[in-house]
Nanobody, 123 residues
Framework: QVQLVESGGGLVQAGGTLRLSCAAS????????MAWYRQAPGKQREWVAA???????NYANSVKGRFTISRDNAKNTMYLQIDNLKPEDTAVYYC?????????????????WGQGTQVTVSS
């Protein structure tokens, strides 16, 4: 079994920076691709970015240039740095992981999920 725990969310002003973390534990050897999703109030959960075990990254067009996904395999932790935060970034951010080494966008492709961390950006 795998457990994913997000942290680092909070209330920040527009223009600020946040670094979210996702710590993995359990049978982590099965984890290859990891990803971040977010769900704003009243909206569907959307894919934000993904990173393979080899460090290949992919981003949603809407976040390119402001979001940076990374992972430290030695620490079993994935990160999402968000620069120049905007009010529209307000959402619950979830980390997800899948056994496949290929990145995916669809929620159904991910095998494990965290509980989420709230990010609120004030204008």
């Amino acid at each position: 079994q795998v457990q994913l725990v997000e942290s680092g969310g909070g209330l920040v002003q527009a223009g600020g920076t946040l670094r979210l973390s996702c710590a993995a534990s359990g049978s982590i050897f099965v984890l290859n691709t990891m990803a971040w999703y977010r769900q704003a109030p009243g909206k569907q959960r959307e894919w934000v970015a993904a990173i393979t075990s080899g460090g290949v990254t992919n981003y949603a067009n809407s976040v390119k240039g402001r979001f940076t996904i990374s992972r430290d395999n030695a620490k079993n932790t994935m990160y999402l740095q968000i620069d120049n935060l905007k009010p529209e970034d307000t959402a619950v951010y979830y980390c997800a992981a899948r056994r496949s080494s290929w990145y995916a966008v669809s929620r159904n492709e991910y095998d494990y999920w965290g509980q989420g961390t709230q990010v609120t950006v004030s204008s």
